[in-house]
């Protein structure tokens, strides 16, 4: 089975690079300054799991069909990535998106059919160091995927056969809408509590916030049960603890980014949960807050004025109260 990784990222990174050194048949479509780097260096894991440096293949356009695209990009360049890998996919082609959230799912199904597009869930937690290298935090590695829609593709068995085995855990679910809610619900929360507090779980814990954190779950939780998708008491108790756990490090992809000063996922993953919620007529304060907080990043990012002003202090004049 052809498969191409789109994105030698975080997460397409890692898995692409198992699946390469487990033997099978790995492009990676990556633009050109990724192409460079990982010509230069190899692509590079490190982690608890043990350091693996490869050679891949690479190509910086889809120029054929593949017989499975694991699509690993962040939210806010799916729209332009639709396009970049249109080649790539031909009458047969399954594709198998590894994001969070939910949003893209219809994005793919609108632009090459409902009938190809598997629904994802990617557990692992791994981050690029400015070296470009992919650092692995801890040592879960999943893939969960199912039919997002119906009728789903009828190579799911030819799928689930090239992704298994090859070092990390590959499983078709059940239900993989629900699943992708679980998680959805997971890392927003978990995003909204550190990115709002600018801290990891444990920092916002000693400062007193695990109240707010569990109301960010609940909001969370909330939504999700009335879009018809509630989530089980173990979902719901995981997150709660890890979300309130003393002393812990745990913090998601939305914070690294932010903290990064990247362009985060705020709209596909917290925004979008508070357009359902919204629907559903939902409470959503906390959420609403920490995605104005995130907003105001991706503002000041697209912003050169916002940014330049930062430092601008108020004009001197007369006192604005007595
Ligand atoms: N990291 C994590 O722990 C987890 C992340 N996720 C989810 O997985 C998704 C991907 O995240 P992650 O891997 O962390 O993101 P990264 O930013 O680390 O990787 C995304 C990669 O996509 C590349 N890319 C963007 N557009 C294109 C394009 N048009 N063609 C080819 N390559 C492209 C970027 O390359 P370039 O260098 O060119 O910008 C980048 O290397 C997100 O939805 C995230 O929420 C899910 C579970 C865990
Ligand atoms: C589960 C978690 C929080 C692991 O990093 C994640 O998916 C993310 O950070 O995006």
Redesign the pocket.
């Known amino acids: 089975m052809k498969i191409l990784v789109?994105?030698?990222?975080?997460?397409?990174?890692?898995f692409g690079a198992r699946l390469a050194a487990a033997g099978r048949d790995v492009t990676?479509?990556?633009?050109?300054?990724?192409a460079t780097?990982l010509r230069a260096g190899g692509l590079v894991v490190r982690g608890p799991l043990g350091d693996l440096v490869l050679r891949p293949h690479l190509v910086?356009s889809a120029a054929r069909p593949y017989d499975l695209v694991l699509l690993?990009?962040?939210?806010v360049?799916?729209d332009?990535?639709v396009?970049?890998?249109t080649p790539a996919i031909g009458a047969d082609t399954v594709i198998l998106?590894?994001?969070?959230?939910m949003r893209?799912l219809d994005t793919l199904a609108e632009r090459f059919g409902a009938d190809r597009v598997l629904g994802g869930?990617?557990?692992?937690?791994?981050?690029?160091t400015p070296d470009?290298e992919?650092l692995q935090?801890n040592t879960r590695q999943e893939l969960a995927y199912g039919p997002a829609f119906q009728p789903g593709p009828n190579r799911l068995a030819a799928v689930d056969a090239a992704l298994r085995g090859a070092g990390f855990t590959a499983r078709t679910s059940p239900d993989i809408r629900q699943e992708m809610w679980d998680?959805w619900f997971h890392?927003s929360a978990l995003g909204a509590i550190t990115c709002l507090m600018r801290g990891v779980v444990g920092e916002v814990v000693a400062a007193g916030g695990a109240e707010v954190a569990e109301r960010i779950v609940l909001e969370a939780a909330a939504t999700a049960a009335a879009a018809g998708y509630p989530v089980s008491a173990s979902v719901f108790d995981r997150t709660l603890a890890t979300l309130t756990e003393p002393g812990s490090r745990t913090a998601?992809?939305?914070y690294?980014?932010l903290t990064k000063g990247?362009p985060t996922?705020a709209d596909?993953?917290i925004g979008d949960l508070i357009a359902h919620a919204a629907r559903h007529g939902v409470d959503t304060t906390l959420l609403r807050l920490a995605h104005t907080h995130l907003s105001v990043h991706e503002h000041r990012l697209s912003d050169p004025i916002a940014a330049a002003t930062t430092d601008r202090r108020l004009p001197d004049g007369p006192p604005l109260v007595r």
């Not at 789109?6 to 890692?14: E, I, L, S, Y």
């Not at 990676?28 to 990724?34: D, G, I, K, M, S």
């Open positions: 789109v994105g030698a990222g975080a997460t397409g990174g890692c990676f479509l990556v633009r050109p300054a990724r780097a910086t690993a990009v962040k939210a360049t799916l332009r990535t396009v970049d890998l998106p590894m994001l969070n959230g893209h869930v990617c557990q692992v937690t791994t981050t690029l470009g992919i935090l998680k890392v998601s992809s939305l690294r980014d990247l996922e596909h993953l």
